[in-house]
């Protein structure tokens, strides 16, 4: 059965908003391009002047991979969130407090930052960009797949791709900031620990958002083209 990648990503004045992505059949193809340009014209984050939608078949074999567990971290305030992250990040890095202070600093990033854990030097080749994760969707039987724009949608977005990024054996950990101003719940993930959502990440109103993996820097050039190159469906294992 032949399978569709469709890929929105919405700008105003040149700055990125929001983006999304699926991996569908043919006969949903339509239906998904409306879904997300209504998304994209509701952004809170402004009204784009730019949206664009691609869509292209996939061809070849398509990677299955399961979705991390979710659990919540107790977390009043930003100042337990970060406590909550650095203990999870602690035994991973001994730069866990300056990866930490990188991502609450960070802002409109369209990717990822890239933290190697040995050294906490940065191995992204686009620092302003970072690296962004493409390829991937919930499968299709999961009955994960809510109205585009639910805040449903958005922890099953985030939950797929960070089981994608988690099953990658040279990532260590990710952590996440959500970019809305409105919504300050992230989350920590390990292959081990699973999707571990944080509470009150950043005071409610803030800008900063983004995204940091932790990675052992062992073929760079091999992660980044599965990032964004691998087509993956999350969930839906035998
Ligand atoms: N690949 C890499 N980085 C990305 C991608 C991507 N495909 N999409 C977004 N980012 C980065 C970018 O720097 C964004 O500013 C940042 O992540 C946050 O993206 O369980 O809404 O789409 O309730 O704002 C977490 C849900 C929601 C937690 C995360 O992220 C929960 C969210 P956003
Ligand atoms: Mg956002």
């Known amino acids: 059965m032949s399978l ?5 990503r919405s700008s105003a004045e040149g700055v990125h908003i929001s983006g999304a992505e699926r991996i569908v059949e043919a006969d949903e193809v339509a239906d998904v391009c409306a879904a997300m340009s209504r998304r994209a014209l509701s952004h ?3 009204t784009p002047d730019s949206i664009t939608v691609t869509v292209a078949a996939i061809d070849g074999e398509i990677m299955r991979v399961p979705a991390l567990a979710i659990t919540e971290a107790a977390c009043e305030d930003p100042r337990e969130a970060r ?3 650095i203990n999870t990040l602690a035994p991973l890095t001994p ?7 990188l991502l609450t600093g960070v802002r409109d990033m369209r990717g990822a930052i890239l933290f190697h854990a040995e050294t906490g030097h940065r191995l992204e080749p686009d620092r302003a960009r970072g690296v962004r994760v493409t390829s991937l969707d919930a499968a299709a039987a999961t009955g994960q797949r809510p109205e ?6 958005r922890v099953t977005e985030a939950l797929v791709l960070a089981s994608k990024v988690a099953h990658h054996p040279s990532v260590l950990a990710e952590v ?14 390990t292959k081990s620990l699973g999707y571990v959502r944080v509470p009150n990440m950043k005071p409610a109103g803030s800008a900063v958002g983004g995204r940091l993996f932790i990675v052992d820097g062992r073929d760079t050039g091999g992660l980044i ?6 087509p993956v ?3 839906d294992t035998e």
């Open 4 to 8: 569709f990648s469709v890929k929105m």
């Open 95 to 101: 730069h866990a407090a300056d990866a930490w202070e």
């Open 83 to 85: 406590d909550t992250v």
């Open 225 to 230: 083209h599965y990032l964004e190159h691998t």
């Open 176 to 189: 996440c900031i959500s970019d809305d101003p409105g919504y300050t719940t992230g989350y920590v993930a």
């Open 233 to 235: 469906l999350v969930g």
């Open 148 to 153: 585009a724009g639910s805040g449903k949608a």
């Open 44 to 46: 809170s984050k402004g």
